[in-house]
T-cell receptor
Framework: GQQVMQIPQYQHVQEGEDFTTYCNSS?????IQWYKQRPGGHPVFLIQ?????EVKKQKRLTFQFGEAKKNSSLHITATQTTDVGTYFC????????????FGSGTQLTVLP | KAGVTQTPRYLIKTRGQQVTLSCSPI?????VSWYQQTPGQGLQFLFE???????NKGNFPGRFSGRQFSNSRSEMNVSTLELGDSALYLC?????????????FGQGTRLTVV
């Protein structure tokens, strides 16, 4: 079945430093979504990428979808303490049913 | 617009018992998916319901089952509980067909099996 690997598992950064998390799928994805889960909270949708090579930005966050639609990355510029949480990528398959395969997540800690 | 509501928020059960969790999706959403979240395995897909039909099922034993009602509310049942079933169970609703719409997650039900 489809597998989505995500690295790193943990990342500690000093406030103001940049942060990147990477996802790699074993199969071609129809789309990839990114979610953020704050400690004690639930996953919250950030963005969806659909097209090959797509790049989207949300303020300090930049999301990329690879040309082969098998990998993706999330880059945060100049991290803030509010960025703390676990970031998950989730790959969608091409079937009609809704099934997201989540990566294992990257837990980001921002040190003030 | 009210979000996804899951009840109960916390639950403690003993091994061998069964449990039923409930999820009320966002009004108008017909797709409800269930996920199990554990520190070791991350977020794992259990199953998805759309218009009262199970459309997809993850790799979980038959002890895990679910259903969806005509008002789109969904329930998940776990029978013969095992210690390893301790987890945060999340349900997510979405309004569109297929995977091209975002999933709105509920707060989850934290199940502890002792």
């Amino acid at each position: 079945g489809q597998q989505v690997m995500q690295i790193p598992q943990y990342q500690h950064v000093q406030e103001g430093e940049d942060f990147t998390t990477y996802c790699n799928s074993s199969t071609t994805l129809s789309n990839i979504q990114w979610y953020k889960q704050r400690p004690g909270g639930h996953p919250v949708f950030l963005i969806q990428l659909v097209k090959s090579g797509e790049v989207k930005k949300q303020k300090r966050l930049t999301f990329q979808f690879g040309e082969a639609k098998k990998n993706s990355s999330l880059h945060i510029t100049a991290t803030q303490t509010t960025d703390v949480g676990t970031y998950f990528c989730a790959g969608g398959d091409s079937g009609s049913a809704r099934q997201l395969t989540f990566g294992s997540g990257t837990q980001l800690t921002v040190l003030p | 617009k009210a979000g996804v509501t899951q009840t109960p928020r916390y639950l403690i059960k003993t091994r061998g018992q069964q449990v039923t969790l409930s999820c009320s999706p966002i009004s108008g959403h017909r797709s409800v998916s269930w996920y199990q979240q554990t520190p070791g395995q991350g977020l794992q897909f259990l199953f998805e319901y759309f218009s009262e039909t199970q459309r997809n099922k993850g790799n979980f034993p038959g002890r895990f089952s679910g259903r969806q009602f005509s008002n789109s509310r969904s329930e998940m049942n776990v029978s013969t509980l095992e210690l390893g079933d301790s987890a945060l169970y999340l349900c997510a609703s979405s309004g569109g067909l297929g995977t091209y719409t975002e999933a709105f997650f509920g707060q989850g039900t934290r199940l502890t099996v002792v």
